[in-house]
């Protein structure tokens, strides 16, 4: 198996256009396990990459930089402030020794059905900047992932990712079977913001998507609870898994939506 | 692949696979006090500092640790003497497997200047698991080293 070492920048797109079916180690703590059980047929190891760390707070965003580790996002006061449902899903994620390895470029790229950190990044419309030898360009987060464990990237490298400072409600919660190193059964994930509802979640469909039908069904004015059921529904095809059921998790699903409604009418 | 780094106040230039656990890297050198217990990051008995931070070395590759520093319990063996002795009177160790990384992570809580309230600590000690002593003494004795 090849492993090759990015030193700069430059160096990282030569070998991601050389190399285009390696895979990209952004902290390396889902990788590695991959690696155990011989999935990966080679890397490009981007940790080296000290640039790609960062978090800056401009004029009306901020700005992280892909190898920026969740600990670092947890510890970040601008972070707590402006963007508070980073810093309380980053809480909830793995456990102290991963938070201070693993990426937050590193969780989105593995596009898993169950990433912690994408759903919150989808409901506060994160925008994500990718680079290649041919350019840069920054795109919705939302058009990055495309399907399970699958991202719509062209040898191209996650840079970073900038969230708009905004006036927002939110609401976060994470359902599993235990306190820590919890791996969700489902999470549910929802900003408000200038009289609309953002939502999203994990753990409900093979990508960690945004749930449109609840959206425009909550931001219009009436519905019941059956109108509920019925737009939720048609965002999510949750799997039966070792982890849950699809019944449980429709069930809390709902129950969260609730749960919710009633915080944001506070 | 030659990876050059600095293990215990030490300079290493090592002959290794890339894509080695550093936790095996380590532990071939004849640095014994990270173990592997899961060696799936879910148990910390592997945990180590990596430039600082405290990470576990079985979800760690060789060739992510070139030109680093890296310190284990043996290196860290006076810094860690409080929580040490602590651990030892209130009782925070049976089978002792857990130990090591239990003593390095309690240390960097300390050290990172904790809150002393007890569910501070059980949160801070999520990481690292023991299935031995059911962790209230390994929460005192990490109290005890706040005093």
Known sequence: MKYLIAKNLDDA?????????????????????????????????????????????????????????????????????????????????????????????????????????????????????????????????????????????????????????????????????????????????????????????ASLNPYVKRFTNLEELLNGKNYSDVDIKEAMDKDISPSGSFRSTKEYRRKVLFNMLGEALGKFAI | MQIRCNINHKEYNLEVEATSRVLDVIRELGITSPKEGCGEGECGACSIFFNGKLVNSCLLLAGQIQNAKILTLEGLYEETKIVRENFETTGAIQCGFCTSGFVLRSYDYVKESGVKDEQSVKDALDGNLCRCTGYQKIVDAVIKSMA
């Open chain 1, 13 to 201: 797109l030569t070998l991601r256009e050389e190399n285009p079916n390696f895979t990209l180690l952004f902290g390396a703590s889902d990788i590695a396990l991959k690696m155990k059980n011989n999935q990966v047929s080679g890397v490009v190891d981007l940790t080296h990459l000290d640039e790609l760390s960062y978090i800056r707070k401009n004029e009306n965003s901020i700005k992280i930089g892909a190898l920026t580790t969740i600990n670092a996002i947890l510890q970040n006061r601008d972070i707590t402030q402006f963007i508070p449902i980073l810093s309380e899903a980053s809480k909830e994620f793995a456990s102290h020794q991963i938070r201070n390895i693993a990426s937050l470029a590193g969780n989105v790229a593995n596009a898993s059905p169950v990433a912690d950190m994408i759903a919150p990044l989808l409901v506060l419309n994160a925008k994500v900047t990718l680079l290649s030898s041919k350019g840069e360009r920054t795109i919705f987060l939302s058009d990055l992932i495309i399907g399970f464990k699958s991202l719509d990237l062209n040898n191209e490298i996650i840079t970073s990712f900038e969230i708009e400072i905004q006036k927002r409600q939110h609401y976060y919660r994470k359902v599993g079977p235990r306190a820590k190193l919890n791996i969700a059964k489902l999470s549910l994930a929802m900003v408000k913001q200038d009289e609309r509802y953002f939502i999203s979640g």
